[in-house]
């Protein structure tokens, strides 16, 4: 089955099969920032955005978003020119093994976008769904709260 998306900005024509995931599609064609945790939607490795929204690519077929805009981890920043999302973490320690941290920026840069003065139970709620064993979330939040004051 063929299908265009725009990932990251560029128009891509693809093979894929009827029941292939987002997840699946993206990290057979490269984009190995999305992470397979849990296949189940309840961990948020696997968060992208479509069209600017976070969403658990796992839990998406990627025929239902034929047509439609996806942005990875990659499409934000890269090893030399990390996001001001990725830096502010890195400052504040929220980052360990790294597994959730890129699903955790897509969903901050979203909520960033969105309300650039997000309150702590905002930023908690959009966080809600990311599972991070290494952090204890404290650190991200800190993290989070610089990175939305870094950008006003």
Same mark, same amino acid.
């Given at each position: 089955?063929?299908? !265009?998306?725009?990932?990251?900005?560029?128009? !891509?024509? /693809?093979?894929?099969?009827?029941?292939?995931?987002? /997840? &699946?599609?993206?990290? +057979?064609?490269?984009?190995?920032?999305?992470?397979?945790?849990? +296949?189940?939607?309840?961990?948020?490795?696997?968060?992208? @955005? @479509?069209?600017?929204?976070?969403? #658990?690519?796992?839990?998406?077929?990627?025929?239902?978003?034929? #047509? &439609?805009?996806?942005?990875? %981890?990659?499409? /934000?920043?890269?090893?030399?020119?990390?996001?001001?999302?990725?830096?502010?973490?890195?400052?504040?320690?929220?980052?360990?093994?790294?597994?959730?941290?890129?699903?955790?920026?897509?969903?901050?840069?979203?909520? @960033? !976008?969105?309300?650039?003065?997000?309150? &702590?139970?905002?930023?908690?709620?959009?966080?809600?769904?990311?599972?991070?064993?290494?952090?204890?979330?404290?650190? %991200?939040? &800190?993290?989070?709260? #610089?990175?939305?004051?870094?950008?006003?």
């Amino acid at each position: 089955m063929q299908i !265009k998306l725009t990932i990251n900005g560029k128009l !891509k024509s /693809l093979e894929i099969h009827p029941g292939e995931t987002l /997840l &699946e599609t993206l990290r +057979g064609n490269g984009y190995t920032g999305v992470k397979y945790g849990c +296949g189940t939607g309840d961990c948020g490795a696997c968060v992208v @955005l @479509l069209n600017g929204r976070p969403v #658990n690519s796992c839990q998406v077929l990627t025929a239902a978003v034929d #047509n &439609e805009s996806i942005t990875t %981890i990659e499409g /934000l920043s890269t090893m030399d020119n990390p996001h001001p999302i990725q830096e502010e973490l890195v400052k504040a320690g929220a980052v360990q093994c790294g597994y959730c941290t890129p699903g955790i920026v897509l969903s901050v840069y979203a909520l @960033l !976008k969105s309300n650039p003065h997000p309150t &702590e139970d905002e930023i908690k709620n959009a966080l809600d769904g990311h599972l991070c064993r290494c952090t204890g979330y404290v650190k %991200i939040l &800190e993290g989070v709260k #610089n990175a939305a004051e870094r950008a006003n």
